[in-house]
């Protein structure tokens, strides 16, 4: 098997059966929130140029790869960051570049998210878009670290809504509410972007990894879902649901998703692509990514081969959509894997976090509890080991001062092709 960095774009589109997304990632910010764990550097104009440059290049070799493998129209593209808007030529040049016959998806900081700016995006063909307004409260967002005020994430949501579907991203740290400056804050804010009439709001607690300034993580486990329950009844009695573990969607609005697309193709340094049963982590330095890309190979760091424990992965994000449909797991994977995730589902049925539906089961109240456990575990014990070692390539990072993972050494050195 080939080393990371020997995977051809043809390997890459071989490897995915069925409908595949794109996930572009324009990692560039005018300012850097020290809440963040993403894959960010500090707008530079030289760097961006030759970034763009390279990522059209792997986008491009992509696009006609997955052409000659029957790929092509791809059936969705999602753009985040970092700030997808921050270089709009550059970006309208890339859209062009990349055939989608289904939902084109972008992330928009407020500041950008004016009337110009999103009439920009409505004549590139984006029909969806997710506003990071966090929260609309001043002591919040100086809290944050934003680079926008709560007046500008209001209009941004405003000049939004009735245009695209839209996402609203809040942060709630339930820490937070025992200061009087913030207490309440977050339901407020929830309130807020129902009475608006959001497509959908997505409420994410505050994730602490230990490379940012904001450092390791603590988290007042009843408190969140005392807070998330309290969301959950608010939500409901505006005509929302509870769609997803951290989502709440206006009821028949369609839904905006960014990480539970069923299999993706990555470009862009720091994206991920996962075909099924190979999961690709792209370099997130932005030199080793254009280095790889100008040598005429693709931008591949990592490479985690999981086979038929793929379905593990597969489910986990087909759950945190609200449910896990085994007609589709048996389909890729085959009736073994199926079969195993059948009992173990069965038994979590037994328990009442999930309820039986046609195919498959969907998770209960008790289960989106019991999720959100589980996505917050994953967050520390796999996704912040695997960045903090990606992040190495970049200067700002304090990879050093990460969580350590047992649970990740043990993933990495069964899974990674090397
Ligand atoms: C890629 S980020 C940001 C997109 C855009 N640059 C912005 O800031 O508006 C997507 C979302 O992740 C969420 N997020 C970022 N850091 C987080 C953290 N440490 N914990 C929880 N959610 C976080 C924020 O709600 C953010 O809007
Ligand atoms: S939260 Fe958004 S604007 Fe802030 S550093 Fe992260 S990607 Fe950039």
Not at 49 to 72: H, I, Q
Not at 155 to 181: H, M, S
Not at 359 to 366: C, K, Q
Request: proline share 5%; glycine share 10%; charged share 20%.
């Amino acid at each position: 098997m080939a080393a990371p960095g020997r995977v051809t774009p043809r390997q890459v589109a071989d490897s995915f059966s069925g409908r595949v997304g794109v996930y572009v990632h324009v990692p560039f910010c005018a300012q850097i929130c020290p809440f963040c764990p993403y894959n960010k550097v500090l707008a530079d104009d030289g760097l961006a140029r030759r970034y763009f440059a390279a990522l059209g290049t792997e986008v491009d070799d992509l696009v006609a790869a997955c052409d000659d493998a029957g790929r092509v129209p791809f059936t969705s593209l999602y753009i985040g960051g970092g700030t997808p808007t921050l270089y709009p030529d550059a970006l309208a040049a890339l859209v062009a570049r990349i055939p989608v016959t289904g939902e084109r998806a972008i992330e928009v900081l407020p500041t950008h998210g004016t009337r110009a700016g999103l009439d920009r995006l409505a004549a590139l063909g984006f029909s969806a878009v997710s506003v990071g307004a966090q929260s609309f409260h001043d002591d919040v967002l100086r809290r944050l670290g934003r680079p926008h005020d709560a007046a500008a994430a209001l209009a941004a949501v405003e000049n939004a809504v009735g245009r695209f579907t839209v996402d609203v991203d809040l942060i709630v740290d339930v820490a937070w509410d025992d200061d009087p400056a913030t207490a309440g804050a977050f339901l407020t804010d929830l309130r807020t972007c129902l009475a608006l009439g959001v497509d959908q709001v997505s409420t994410y607690p505050l994730m602490r990894f230990g490379y940012t300034p904001f450092g390791a993580a603590r988290h007042d486990r009843d408190r969140e879902h005392a807070v998330l329950r309290a969301a959950t009844r608010i939500a409901s009695e505006a005509g929302y649901e509870r769609r997803s573990v951290w989502t709440f969607n206006r009821v028949g609005a369609t839904s905006y998703t960014s990480i539970t697309r069923p299999r993706f193709v990555g470009m862009g340094a720091g994206s991920a692509s996962f075909a099924g049963r190979d999961f690709w982590v792209n370099h997130f330095g932005l030199r080793q990514y254009c280095e790889s890309v100008e040598s005429g190979r693709l931008p591949i760091a990592r490479w985690l081969h999981l086979g038929r424990a793929g379905a593990l992965y597969d489910s986990f994000w087909q759950a945190y959509a609200g449910g896990v449909d085994l007609r589709e797991t048996r389909g890729t994977f085959g009736a073994v894997p199926a079969g195993v995730l059948r009992a173990a589902l069965a038994l979590l049925a037994l328990g009442r976090w999930l309820s039986p539906v046609e195919g498959g089961y969907r998770l209960t109240p008790r289960g989106f509890d019991l999720y959100h456990d589980l996505e917050r575990w994953v967050t520390y014990e796999l996704i912040e080991p695997l960045w903090a070692e990606m992040l190495v390539e970049h200067p700002w990072a304090e990879p050093a001062q990460a969580r350590r993972s047992h649970v990740w050494r043990v993933a990495r050195a069964v899974f990674e092709r090397s």
